[in-house]
């Protein structure tokens, strides 16, 4: 594939903005959101193909085009208002990094999706991916009251949920990168918790997913409730984590309230256990080329499982007991992954492929037509925000109709 001209995004970015990788790509990393709209304007004018990435760290490859485009050049920590409860980020900051400057303010982002530490924000925003504290805390477009998005054609637009609305957000909050780049976000933050515990229990699935339905309906606060497969837990049993934070008497008390569910033998986590329950099964994620992820309602997370084991195998999977996402890690082709997004159809349970190699995300797609006719409205609204086509990204895939 033919590269645009060096020289032309050099003169609209800066020329240590842009470099040929060693694997023959041609990389820019543009550090405002300024020179991401001269760059994508330029892309736009001359019909360049660009694909997005981050850190580089999450998707097993980038998509082929003729620029990638990398956020890992915005990377300065905008602000933190402590007093509100909130940060200005730009999109290229880890993830890590972040947890560690809003410390030393008192605050803490309840954010903990899958990958590495080294993911970039706008990499979790742009694919959404919550993790187990999703239960506690809300989805992503929970996190975030504000964005700014350079869109195709190079236009900067700033988007605020109470101007814009939650609709506006959600757009890119989960798009792929397909309607635009966030350049950088306002996030909401959360006081520092003064506990933080994690109480977890071993048995026979059956078991645990009752206690989990048990746990849905009961008056336990909790911020997390993972159900995790043997081989992610690294446990001969699958296991149920709880996890409670918050100020030191209240989580006290709803751990009192959990031990009174189920008959179960719960047992606390010491903190290095407990940092690598939560950690090592989320960086564990990336080890593996697929990630589906699956939005079935807690009570029917049980059927759910069982229809996933039985066409794809137990493998890496966790379930969140209060959230109702299920992932699944492993290996799958596209006709795996479309016979999957068929059968869940009808049950309306949307599928996303999360994680793949480019070669599957371009053939089935993050979303797919999970339910008939979805192809459709997203392909329209990819004509209405990159009418020249020039993103490269998997969001329908070519199954979409």
Excluded: K
Aim: glycine share 10%; aromatic share 4%; proline share 6%.
């Amino acid at each position: 594939m033919s590269h645009p001209p060096l020289d032309r995004i050099a003169a609209t970015i800066g020329s240590d903005s842009v470099h040929l990788n060693v694997d023959g790509r041609l990389v820019a990393t543009p550090p405002t959101s300024e020179a991401m709209a001269g760059l994508l304007g330029l892309a736009h004018d001359e019909s360049w193909s660009v694909a997005i990435e981050g850190a580089g760290t999450w998707q097993p490859d980038t998509a082929m085009a003729g620029l990638t485009v990398s956020t890992r050049g915005l990377d300065e920590l905008l602000g933190v208002e402590p007093d509100a409860m909130r940060a200005t980020v730009q999109a290229g900051v880890p993830l890590d990094a972040l947890r560690q400057q809003f410390l030393t303010h008192g605050c803490w982002l309840p954010l903990d999706p899958p990958g590495r530490p080294d993911r970039t924000i706008g990499s979790v925003l742009a694919t959404a991916t919550a993790g187990p504290l999703r239960a506690g805390f809300g989805p992503i477009r929970d996190q975030v009251s504000a964005l700014t998005v350079v869109r195709a054609d190079g236009r900067v637009v700033r988007l605020t949920r109470e101007v814009d609305g939650d609709a506006a957000l959600r757009l890119h909050l989960g798009g792929f990168g397909g309607f635009g780049v966030i350049t950088d976000a306002t996030l909401r933050l959360q006081p520092l918790p003064h506990a933080d515990t994690t109480w977890v229990t071993l048995g026979p699935r059956d078991r645990l997913t009752a206690a989990a339905r048990e746990l849905a309906d009961s008056r336990v606060a909790a911020a997390a409730a993972e159900l995790l497969s043997p081989a992610l837990a690294s446990e001969g049993e699958w296991l149920l984590a709880v996890r409670l934070v918050g100020e030191r008497d209240a989580v006290e008390a709803e751990g009192l309230r959990l031990h009174a569910l189920g008959h179960l033998h719960w047992h606390e986590l010491p903190r290095e256990r407990r940092m690598l329950l939560w950690n090592g099964s989320s960086r564990g994620i990336s080890t593996v080329p697929v990630t589906l992820r699956l939005g079935a309602l807690p009570e029917g997370i049980d059927e759910a499982i069982d229809m996933v084991i039985a066409h794809l195998g137990e493998g890496m999977l966790s379930a969140g007991a209060l959230a109702g996402t299920i992932r699944w890690i492993g290996h799958a082709d596209a006709v795996t992954v479309r016979a999957m997004r068929a059968r869940f159809a009808a049950r309306e349970v949307p599928l996303t492929l999360e994680r793949a190699p480019w070669a599957l995300r371009r053939a089935v797609g993050h979303f797919g037509a999970y339910r008939e006719g979805i192809g459709g409205p997203i392909e329209r609204l990819r004509e209405r925000y990159d009418p020249a086509s020039i993103l490269v990204t998997g969001i329908t895939g070519e199954s979409a109709a």
